[in-house]
């Protein structure tokens, strides 16, 4: 246990502070000399109470100071629910984005795959808007004359009036339904 200075002007003299400096300046000095005044051999509790009812008291008398909060009357203040997204619907919003990436980027490639056509349909050709033919028979086992079993159409062809089989994928790839 050290030595217990007497008043606030022997803790000013103690910090290297003349003994008419703010209640501020004291507090700082001692926040940044602490270890100095342990090192002198004062109590450094003591020289910190000190201090602290420096703050609670007027200088001339010592009576408590009346507080901000006994002068102003309290506002009632709701702060504001935070907007944070939990896991799940951060989830969502994931599964939502990548979906509509990958219909953005699949679509032109592989689109074409989900069309379908049935008979006396009109099809153009998909990149110029041409008229091109029309559905005749859907078969879905059809033999080609190179011996393969595939799915394909049986069209009339606009230009020349003449009836051909046609692969199923490479009637859904050049064409659409007029």
Same mark, same amino acid.
């Given at each position: 246990?050290?030595?217990?200075?007497?008043?606030?002007?022997?803790?000013?003299?103690?910090?290297?502070? !003349?003994?008419?400096?703010?209640?501020?300046?004291?507090? %700082?000095?001692?926040? %940044?000399?602490?270890? #100095?005044? @342990?090192?002198?051999?004062? #109590? +450094?509790?003591? *020289?910190?109470?000190?201090?602290?009812?420096?703050?609670?008291?007027?200088?001339?008398?010592?009576?408590?100071?009346?507080?901000?909060?006994?002068?102003?009357?309290?506002? !009632?203040?709701?702060? !504001?629910?935070?907007?944070?997204?939990?896991? +799940?619907?951060?989830?969502? *919003?994931?599964?939502?984005?990548? *979906?509509?990436? %990958?219909?953005?980027?699949?679509?032109?490639?592989?689109?074409?795959?989900?069309? !379908?056509?049935?008979?006396?349909?009109? %099809?153009?050709?998909?990149?110029?808007?041409?008229?091109?033919?029309?559905?005749? @028979? /859907?078969?879905?086992?059809?033999?080609?004359?190179?011996?393969? /079993?595939?799915?394909?159409?049986?069209?009339?062809?606009?230009?020349?009036?003449?009836? +051909?089989?046609?692969?199923?994928?490479?009637?859904?790839?050049?064409? *659409?339904?007029?």
């Amino acid at each position: 246990m050290g030595k217990v200075p007497a008043d606030l002007g022997e803790c000013c003299e103690m910090l290297g502070l !003349s003994r008419n400096s703010s209640r501020d300046e004291l507090k %700082l000095a001692f926040a %940044l000399n602490r270890r #100095d005044v @342990e090192m002198a051999g004062y #109590d +450094v509790e003591a *020289v910190r109470k000190l201090i602290k009812g420096a703050d609670d008291a007027d200088p001339l008398t010592y009576e408590p100071l009346p507080t901000a909060a006994q002068h102003v009357q309290p506002v !009632s203040f709701t702060p !504001s629910k935070p907007h944070a997204l939990n896991a +799940v619907t951060m989830l969502c *919003v994931l599964m939502v984005v990548l *979906v509509a990436t %990958l219909c953005i980027f699949l679509w032109p490639r592989y689109g074409y795959k989900l069309r !379908s056509f049935k008979v006396n349909d009109p %099809l153009v050709e998909a990149r110029s808007g041409e008229p091109y033919a029309t559905v005749l @028979e /859907v078969n879905r086992h059809h033999e080609f004359s190179n011996g393969k /079993v595939a799915p394909a159409y049986l069209l009339r062809l606009k230009e020349d009036g003449t009836e +051909v089989w046609y692969p199923l994928n490479d009637v859904h790839y050049f064409c *659409v339904r007029d």
